[in-house]
């Protein structure tokens, strides 16, 4: 039988990637480094490869030892998920979840899917970290997130998503804005409208760039925005318009008397949400349980905007 490394090797590695220190990593582990800094160097031994390069002060993975790394993750977290699925029935989701979200969903619409959750599964203990969806897609890709909640990926290989919800982007302008006293307004009304944007990494600053190809409008390139609360607060201030998505719409602008959001002619906004994990998790059925609530919050949040109860267009 070929040689496969230990679950124990493969932690030692991770957390000495981690940590980037041995002593440290061998705390992480509750073993003592020369037992960790043994067990790593039999690993390279016995594959053939030097995964760790060791330099004064200085410890980092080679290029090779960041691929083993990414696939030692992968696997770690895999035999988490065997674990949980013995220890925990499928009524309580597996009784622990890591959900990466985007800022720009996440922190709005959570708040609403919560507290059925915790009724519907009491046991369940989730914990959440937020991404750009950049950067969410990978995370959940090499194991560190079991699950993302945000935009759809725009890779589908190695991932399952199921959507929640189509979430409407809509347009905001300062009060003061000429185009915010009109009640109709054309896309070609707004070329040359200097567009307020999130910046890499966020599909918003994505939504902008194919508003403003649409419309003739122009994005700010001297500055992308950190969070939608500061390019609300830019827009108040006259210094550009931006797109909003609803969730956040509904959570915040009531908070803003200073800004109108807009109805284009021959234009609405939309991005599908979705909850998606990978395609070699074990734990599917949890994750596509939990969809179908988040769907079903979802869509009692949209049917209230669309019937007025929420913040609209005005």
Known sequence: ????????????????????????????????????????????????????????????????????????????????????????????????????????????????????????????????????????????????????????????????????????????????????????IQLADLAGVKLLSLGAGHRLMDDVRNFSAASGAVVAEDYEGSSLDAIRQMVSINMGLSLFPEFYVRSEFAKDQDIRLMNIVGWQGMREIGIFWRATSARGDHYRQLAELARRVASGLTDELAAGTGRSPE
């Open 1 to 184: 039988m070929p040689y496969r490394p230990s679950h124990r090797q493969l932690e030692y590695l991770v957390a000495l990637d981690d940590c980037r220190h041995f002593g440290e990593a061998a705390r992480q582990c509750h073993v003592s480094q020369p037992t960790l800094s043994v067990q790593v160097a039999l690993l390279e031994k016995q594959l053939g490869v030097t995964l760790i390069e060791r330099l004064p002060g200085q410890v980092r993975p080679t290029p090779i030892g960041t691929d083993v790394i990414s696939a030692a993750r992968i696997i770690l977290n895999g035999l988490d998920e065997i674990r949980t699925l013995a220890a925990s029935s499928i009524g309580n989701l597996g009784g622990m979840m890591r959900m990466g979200t985007a800022p720009s969903f996440g922190p709005y619409f959570l708040p609403y899917l919560l507290p059925p959750l915790h009724q519907q599964y009491p046991e369940l203990k989730l914990y959440i970290r937020e991404e750009k969806p950049a950067d969410l897609e990978e995370t959940v890709l090499q194991g560190v997130m079991d699950c993302g909640l945000g935009p759809l990926p725009r890779r589908s290989e190695g991932l399952i998503s199921e959507v929640i919800c189509r979430e409407r982007i809509f347009l905001a302008a300062p009060r003061e804005h000429p185009l915010a006293e009109r009640d109709t």
